[in-house]
């Protein structure tokens, strides 16, 4: 799984006032419950019963939904021990406490995982605010930010700012001590999502692994100008890091983008990414299509489209202004495919 941590966004010297005391334990909450919140949550589990540090229990948020059989999805999951949904068939630890209520489920957590669409981000820490420990520590594993015109806003900042608490970042990479780039992380956790749409348009067109692969290698590097653009900060090594190509080449195989955009494709670009999403995901979240937009924003309000050929192809794609196939006008016209 992916592996790089990176500290970040120190708002306050930890008050460490409970950590301190002999027999202190941690308590660990994970906000968010689909298929990788599920999988974080499983993680933790199995840790906090092997760490004598840690309280056991783990508490999940779950957005409560009510499943076709008509059981609430957190009732589901504190009977079978198994998110039925999101992660079925696999069991989550009897430690994982499925939790419908937000303020209940962070109570007394002095480390919270945000691992959630990076869409419902919003909401869900204003309503956190002043319901968390002062001394608590966020992670956050969520791919996806918003890129306005105005700037980026990286969800780890976004969480610490909202919650004056410190928030680190885990997605990709494997060497963590290696890697201390909070910007390029998050924004490869983003970008990969255009490269995977662009990715699944080919393969709804039966294009082949050539111009698959074509896709990947200038999909790459307009992920690493535009990092560059919005952060100078940001790092070369990052993009070979298990959070660049490893991820991009992850996404673009295996990935809920690739596998929309593809059915995008295939029906000629006639249904809407959000029909085929709530047809072909069971309940699970694109984010590429809205990133797809906003860096299309960005990009235009810099005059800069010309300077990323895919990215703003992949746009006018998803929009309906082109259709599918331009993908390969597109690469004949700027003759950037070994075709
Ligand atoms: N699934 C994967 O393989 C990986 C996902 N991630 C990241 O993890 C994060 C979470 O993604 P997944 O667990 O895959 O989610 P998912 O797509 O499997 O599930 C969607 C989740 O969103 C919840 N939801 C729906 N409407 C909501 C609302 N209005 N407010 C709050 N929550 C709502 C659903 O209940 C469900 O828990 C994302 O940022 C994703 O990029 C990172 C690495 C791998
Ligand atoms: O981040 C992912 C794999 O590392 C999942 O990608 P998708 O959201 O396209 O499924």
Not at 162 to 185: F, H, K, P, R, T
Request: overall charge negative; charged content about 20%; proline content about 2%.
């Amino acid at each position: 799984m992916g592996d790089t941590a990176t500290t970040h966004h120190t708002k306050s010297a930890n008050n460490g006032a409970n950590d301190n005391q002999i027999g202190f334990k941690s308590r660990v909450s994970v906000i968010g419950s689909g298929s990788w919140g599920s999988v974080a949550a499983k993680l933790v589990a199995f840790n906090t019963l092997n760490l004598s540090s840690f309280h056991d229990e783990v508490k999940m948020w779950v957005f409560e939904e009510t499943l076709q059989s008509g059981e609430k999805l957190t009732d589901a999951i504190n009977r079978t021990n198994e998110n039925v949904k999101y992660l079925p068939g696999i069991k989550l630890g009897k430690n994982v406490i499925a939790d419908p209520d937000l303020d209940n489920a962070v109570e007394d957590a002095n480390m919270l995982v945000f691992v959630t669409p990076h869409q419902f981000i919003d909401n869900i820490c204003k309503s956190l605010v002043g319901k968390v420990r002062s001394d608590a520590e966020a992670i956050s594993l969520i791919k996806g930010m918003e890129v306005k015109i105005e700037g980026p806003c990286l969800i780890s900042t976004y969480i610490s700012e909202q919650l004056g608490i410190n928030c680190s970042v885990l997605m990709g990479a494997n060497l963590a001590n290696e890697v201390q780039d909070v910007e390029g992380v998050e924004l490869c956790g983003t970008l990969k999502n255009v490269v995977a749409i662009a990715a699944g348009f080919v393969d709804g067109l039966d294009m082949g692994n050539n111009t698959k692969a074509a896709i990947i290698r200038f999909g790459l590097r307009e992920m690493r100008e535009f990092c560059k653009l919005l952060f100078s900060s940001v790092k070369d090594d990052t993009f070979f890091e298990s959070c660049g190509v490893a991820d991009v080449i992850t996404t673009c195989f295996g990935g809920r983008n690739r596998k929309v955009a593809e059915a995008f494709a295939r029906n000629g670009g006639k249904r809407s990414f959000d029909e085929l999403e709530a047809e072909m995901l069971q309940g699970q979240k694109l984010q590429g299509v809205t990133t797809v937009r906003e860096v299309y924003e960005v990009l235009r309000h810099r005059g800069l489209l010309e300077l990323f050929p895919l990215f703003a192809t992949v746009h006018e794609i998803c929009s309906g202004c082109l259709p599918p196939s331009a993908i390969v006008i597109y690469s004949e016209k700027k003759n950037i495919f070994p075709v």
